[in-house]
Structure formats: structure tokens, C-alpha cells
DNA sequence: CGGGGATTTGACACATATCAAGAGCGGTGG
DNA sequence: CCACCGCTCTTGATATGTGTCAAATCCCCG
């Protein structure tokens, strides 16, 4: 089982690092240390100069091993701490009294989760582990705290809020003007420049989530995510094999954006 | 023209103002600082101790009134500034290359202004006033700079800030997962709840945007839209005259959500 | 009082949902 | 290593909600 290997891999890493730590070696190397986490590009000390970056070492006191499928936080649970995705992939999912639920969003490393609990102190969606994940904890007091004395921290807390907004807001525009296809090519376009951000390839990558659970967050039913797939392979512009997804042709995926009725 | 009455008595009121001001009168009284705004509660100093809430007196150099029709900021405009809604409606409006355009968000007074461009440096929509308006000018580096300072400020920025957040949630659901009847529903009980946290009529309202406005917002044509107030008011739900509303049943509108097809 | 945009309503088209059946794949146990 | 089981995915046939097109009415505003 490949995602037990990745874990046992990350255990191996944990312990190294414990190991490092105990022998007093060069802190500044230390995986969990955000001033040395391959992630800071994306992540909270991006954009900060490397003296600043440093100070959020204080912050992650802890990371967490999420297993797949288990739920990281529920709507409804105190907030105390957002999340940094080290490794893994999580999908948060928002549900109505009424018992229907809709995947609001996929993440990837790098990203921020636990964000919709700042307003209230609970949390309003639940979030799940879409493979074996860990997760830098980050007590949400002390990056207040922080705040006041690192430059550019609440700059970039607040970037990364925006960002929240704007991503949320893209996804509004597509469900509310967009038809199937486009809905469907522009969630390939948006998770292949986030997996190139993140220094993976833009044009081949595996999806960790169901045709179910894409259409839940595309605004449509499963049947129809599979039968534009389909289309999509058809015409040669996607190479669809299970959740093994190769872009062929980029810019015709951008094509179908805006193309009126097929 | 009832608008133009609107901003005559604005006008005068800042006059006013101002009057008071440069004879020395006292501060607090003045309609232009937060300490003493009617909107106290739902704007930015909501939940802050009236000290400071006080501070925040200096965050507010400028009010600037905007014409219905005219806009506010336009997407690509430099970001400087937040706005708080003093009096008045807005629209938000997204578009994207193809030039098809979304309304992304109604806004009334005690809301802000802008933040979709924290991140960025740059604003993302256009924001144009639906009726006469007023807002609040604030300096986004000033409010950084109080925020280290005035206890509480910071916190209730988040606040704010994850509002939207879960707002637009709450939007991504409704675009997601609903039908044509249950996001109408939705609207008008969201409005509804926003008039009466301002203390206006929770049942009676006026419309400031038109169908075709209602209906980008939700993903529907104007048409859809028209129907389904006619079709509200066929069952008793509401009494609709043109823009004017009036809730007659809040419980059967309710009912309308999560309710299977027709 | 006239004109133009907003709204309503009807007839029809079409995209996507729904229902249903079968195939493919991965994991498990003999 | 193979057979089996369950879940995910694909594909087809049909139903339906909403969009599209069109025309008439309404209402605000000049």
C-alpha cells in the first residue's frame, strides 16, 4: 500500500529530526523548522526575509499524522489552532441543516486550513484527510501574539485570508456562470498551476479525490464529471486513466473556458 | 428623486459636521467617528470596549459619497484602502477574461469594503453603488499599524474577515447544491436577517438591485427569478410590488430549503 | 405625455440530473 | 497466485429544471 509506505517514510523522517535536535546539530536544517520547510514558498513565511521567517519557528510547536479518512477537525469543534498541510491532501466539506453536504474545497501543502473558525472560535466545516497527511499546528493565539512583533506576518496572514476569498471566489464565479465542461477544465487548470507551485509537474498528477466528491465541489453529479472526462479524452485534450490524470493539451483545456453551448 | 433628497441631507449633515468640529464641540457626538456611528455594532469596532473603540477615531480621515451607478473601485485598481458602508447599497462584480460577468456580493452599511484585495495589492471586482452612498474611508496601512496597538482590533478584523469567508460559503452551497426556489428563499432570508441586525424591518424591504442583478448573484436568469417571486407570492409566501417585499410567511420560506422538488 | 428599461409570462429547447446496468480496479483471503 | 467482493467509474436511456427566445405590460423618469 503505497500511502502506508509514504507515512513509514515520515516516521523515518520525524525520528531523524528528534535524533538531530537531540545531538544539537545545525537547527536551522531541521525539516520541522519553518525556516528550513521546503513548503515556505507557499506557505506562511512566504514573502518574509529569512530573519523573520526564523521567528515562526517558535510558532509550530507540534505536527500531527492524519491518517486517510480520518477527520482533522469537525464543524462545531472549539478552534484553538489553524493547520499548515505538511505532506498530504485534505477536502473540506459544509453541510446544511438539512443533512445535504458539499465539498467546499481540496488542499494541498502548503495551505492553511482551519481559517473559517476565525470569526466565530468554531469550526464551521469538517475536514478530512484524503490520503495519510500531516499538519503543522499553529496556535492561533500565538500568531496574534507574533503578529505585533514580526514584520510582515500579518502582511502575509492577511495575503493568505485574501487568497482564501479570491479561491473562494473563482469557485463562486464557476458555479454560477459556467457550464459542466468549463467547470470541470478549470478545476484541472487550478490543481495543475497549484501542484507547479509546489514544484510538482503541471501536466501529470493523481487525483486524490472521487468523481463523487469532484462533483459535489464542481456543483455536479458524479455521472457527469465522468462523461466529460470522457469528452475531454476524446478530444485529446486529457489522457484520463482512473485518477491518473495527464494534460495533453493545455491550452485547448483553456479553450473550453468561455466557448459557448459545445 | 428620492436619492438625490438622500444625499442633500447627507450633505448637510457633514456640514454640520464639520461646523461642530471647528467650534470645538464635543468630539464624540460627531456622526463621522466610529465611537459614536449608529453602525457601531456591526462594523469594525463591534465587540471592542468603547475606549477603544475610540482609537479608532483616528483611523477615519475621510467619507466619500458615491452616486448610484457609480463605482467605488474597479477590478485592477491599486489597493490603499478599506471602505466601510455608512449609508447605502453596493454591488460587487466579478468578470472573468470572456467577459462574462457575476454579481459576487450585495452589500449594506457596517460592511467593508475591498478586502478581496488584501492579498494582492490589487482590487479583484468592480464595486458600484446601487443607491446614493457613503462610506468610510481606511487607510489599510493605518489600520495595521492600530491593530499592534488597540487591543481587540486585530481579533475582530479576522472576525471579519472569516465572515466574508463563511459568507461566501454559504454562496458556494447555495450555487452548489441548490434549486432555483431554495437560493431565492435564501436571499431573501439573509437579507432579511441583515435589515434586521441594523435595525431596520426584518419582513418589509426594498430591493435596490434589479432581477437580472438577483439572478447573476444566484446563478439564475432573470427570468427564474421572476418566476419564482410570482410563484412565492401565488402560495402566500410573500407580497411582491415591483422592488418592494414583504415576508408574510418567514416560516414557509424556510420550508422552501431543503425542500425536494416541487 | 412619451420613451426606454425592467418585469412578467408563455412556448419551447437543451444541459444536466436521474435511474439503471455493467465494467474495471484494488484489496482480501483462500 | 487466483478468485472473489465491494467500491468506483463508465455509459446509456430518459426525465426534468432551468435557459432561451419572444412578446406584452408596467413603471419610472425625463
Redesign the pocket.
Known amino acids: ?2 500511502a502506508t509506505a509514504t507515512v513509514r517514510a515520515i516516521e523515518t523522517g520525524l525520528r531523524a529530526t528528534i535524533a538531530i535536535r537531540d545531538i544539537g546539530s545545525n537547527v536551522s536544517r531541521l525539516p520541522n523548522l519553518c525556516s528550513s520547510c521546503g513548503l515556505r514558498e507557499v506557505c506562511l513565511p512566504c514573502g518574509m526575509r529569512s530573519e523573520e521567517a526564523g521567528k515562526l519557528d517558535e510558532l509550530i510547536y507540534t505536527r500531527v499524522r492524519v491518517k486517510r479518512g480520518q477527520v482533522l477537525y469537525r464543524a462545531g469543534d472549539a478552534f484553538a489552532s489553524l493547520y499548515a498541510i505538511r505532506s498530504g491532501f485534505f477536502k473540506s466539506v459544509s453541510s446544511v441543516e438539512d443533512g445535504r453536504e458539499q465539498v467546499t474545497g481540496f488542499h494541498m501543502p502548503g495551505e492553511l486550513l482551519g481559517i473559517d473558525a476565525l470569526g466565530t472560535d468554531i469550526h464551521t466545516r469538517d475536514t478530512i484527510a484524503l490520503e495519510d497527511s500531516e499538519v503543522c499546528v499553529i496556535p492561533y493565539a500565538r500568531l496574534v501574539e507574533l503578529s505585533a512583533s514580526v514584520e510582515g506576518l500579518q502582511r502575509q496572514f492577511h495575503r493568505i485570508l485574501s487568497r482564501e476569498i479570491a479561491g473562494e471566489h473563482g469557485i463562486m464565479m464557476l458555479l454560477g456562470t ?4 468549463e ?1 470541470l477544465a478549470m478545476f484541472l487548470l487550478n490543481l495543475s498551476q497549484r501542484f507547479l507551485a509546489r514544484g510538482y509537474s503541471a501536466t501529470e498528477f493523481v ?1 486524490r ?5 469532484i ?1 459535489s465541489y464542481l ?9 466529460m ?2 469528452r475531454f479524452q476524446a478530444e485529446g485534450l486529457v489522457e ?4 491518473h490524470i495527464r494534460i495533453l493539451d493545455a491550452t485547448g483545456l483553456k479553450g473550453c473556458l468561455g466557448r459557448a ?2
Open positions: 500500500m503505497q459556467m457550464r459542466a465542461e467547470r487525483l479525490m472521487t468523481r463523487d466528491e462533483g456543483g455536479l453529479k458524479l455521472e457527469t464529471v465522468s462523461r472526462f470522457s484520463v486513466s482512473n485518477r453551448t459545445h
